[in-house]
């Protein structure tokens, strides 16, 4: 463990590279300890993702980037290189950033194949630096696009962290938050608290204190009573991947909100940097689902809720069809419907 | 504390009227700890009803009765009782069945007045019991009605804890699932955990073990996911005030499964009995909501989750409108919309 938050450029992020490891805040720990690991190995970055010790798309896209240098320390053979990126890819299926981070990582290998070794890792390293550059350059072009659509004295409904600590150090729905924030057009955040793991609870009202920003966290389910209240002028998303046509996997409960925005004909945005679009997805239904263990839900905070014997179904993340998505807010701009059109032209990749 | 475990008649109930005290399960305790609390007094009855170691509907109704008849002990002076009613009465604003039970304890108290102390005591204990017995009865008219609306074979969600420890001692919604699996028609409860008291997850799961009945917890934020899977074939939810309009306020998180039901056109029905009813609620807007205290929320199980500063917003219940419950089941039959009509034929007080 290491004392020295990760940063960078100055700003909070949840991983920075160091001499010879990755240095990554523990995100399980917060709010009540902010601890930064030393991540050495390949195999310890898996870990750290398996057990949601970085999360949040663009974050883990970003740690399995460095998760290649790290391989590349040890042997830049081929072969080892191919076995670091499919374990670091394996180890969650649904967010797409991961494989997008990685195919740009296998890209400038095989770029540089026959280099020497100091040669090829120096240009992984510099490959990781730049998609972890990009991604706080793009997010910060998001807060813009998304506060924009915004009205004056508006406040917004959030779900799960999608803050600093969820991308390279910026945020995608909450980076939008900081935005409409700094241009006094946000009155009040409500947070979903996000069970099982509490991402709402514990990272965004940590990141929302930090910025002295007002919010009220809330239990998922009242997010029907906030809608029919009137209370919220926006609901923001995040993302862990979008086919397509503009379905959306994210976050279990992000269904549950769109369906209650449309009925209460409150806008509802998804937020995430193109990386996030997986074009081969045609729709939602090619969108692989992660089910989590049932101890997330039995028991909160580690501590065992349900009786013993109880069992539980645990799907991570759910699919938000595109009907219900007002707009996506990307750093090419907001895309609007039919987005079928609109996502391949402004995602498609450049010559 | 006593060990004896509540019982009426051979079933299991959340209390029991002892010879100079109520035994009353604290509902806090469960699944981890089966205890039986001695309630010797009004204020401990009360107490008891605010920290929610009695809950539900009915429960408290009956609680509430029983109440009275621990005033009667002191004194029956009509000063004394009248101030026993009032703190009953406010101990909690949304659930009617208190306010119900206590007006037929104070009937029967102006019917006896006159009587000697020990007249009027007994003939208080033989109408709280009387409340218990019908709840019960009820219960279990209920249930079958409620289990005849259901297809074999089918799976069903529920929200909160609507079982024996609600009621009197068999369950409203609970109590269609019960009769439904003696009938063998159902092959699955998923039970919403119901943030943020996890009554689903803590007293809904220990009933369904008891019961071996087959049933897996989710938190409440996977319903979405759930209901576009065509995982349920119905939802059944329980009450804690019925508008004349039908408009129904319960946990906070049931509006957002009647949304949900309506959006994948699974059936939606409310399930309580006609003490639940407020004739003299026009509509779901006359319903006084409770707000808890922001501690629920910010702690889950009583360990902190949110950082210090953290602020909440906590309704505890949540008013889902008419159009979106397909019926309403209660001892008299199922209820059809248009309900303004159904609801007064079928609860308006008898001659």
């Not at 540089?112 to 240009?123: K, Y």
């Not at 906030?226 to 609901?235: D, F, H, S, T, W």
């Not at 996030?276 to 989590?292: F, H, M, N, Q």
Request: aromatic share 4%; glycine share 8%.
């Amino acid at each position: 463990m290491t004392s020295r938050i990760p940063s960078f450029d100055s700003v909070l992020s949840p991983l920075d590279y160091r001499d010879d490891h990755v240095a990554l805040i523990d995100q399980t720990a917060l709010p009540g300890r902010l601890e930064v690991l030393r991540i050495a190995t390949v195999s310890e970055m898996v870990v750290a993702i398996q057990r949601l010790a970085v999360r949040g798309a663009p974050a883990i896209g970003i740690a399995a980037a460095y998760g290649m240098v790290l391989a590349s320390r040890a042997s830049c053979a081929p072969e080892h290189m191919a076995e670091a990126a499919e374990a670091l890819r394996a180890a969650r299926p649904t967010a797409v950033n991961l494989g997008w981070a990685l195919d740009r990582m296998l890209g400038v290998f095989r770029a540089h194949e026959g280099r020497s070794q100091s040669e090829l890792r120096a240009a992984l390293l510099e490959e990781a630096r730049r998609i972890h550059a990009e991604d706080i350059e793009g997010n910060k072009q998001i807060g813009r696009f998304g506060a924009d659509l915004l009205p004056n004295g508006c406040s917004v409904l959030t779900i799960c962290n999608t803050g600093a600590l969820a991308t390279g150090g910026y945020g995608t729905a909450l980076g939008v938050v900081r935005a409409a924030w700094a241009q006094k057009k946000l009155t009040r955040v409500y947070a979903c608290e996000t069970r099982p793991l509490l991402q709402g609870a514990r990272l965004n009202a940590w990141e929302l204190l930090q910025e002295g920003i007002p919010f009220r966290v809330l239990v998922d389910s009242a997010a029907g009573a906030l809608l029919a209240q009137g209370r919220v002028q926006a609901v923001l998303v995040g993302a862990d991947r979008i086919a397509r046509n503009g379905d959306t996997a994210n976050k279990i409960g992000t269904y549950t909100l769109a369906v209650l925005a449309a009925r209460h004909r409150v806008p509802f945005y998804v937020v995430a940097p193109a990386s996030t679009v997986d074009l081969r997805a045609a729709s939602g239904e090619a969108i692989p689902i992660e089910e989590r263990g049932p101890e997330e839900v039995l028991a909160a905070l580690g501590r065992q809720v349900a009786p013993q014997g109880a069992e539980a179904w645990n799907p991570a993340f759910d699919v938000t069809p595109a009907e219900l998505i007002a707009g996506i807010v990307s750093e090419h701009g907001v895309l609007r419907p039919p987005y079928e059109e609109t996502i391949p032209a402004a995602c498609a990749p450049r010559a």
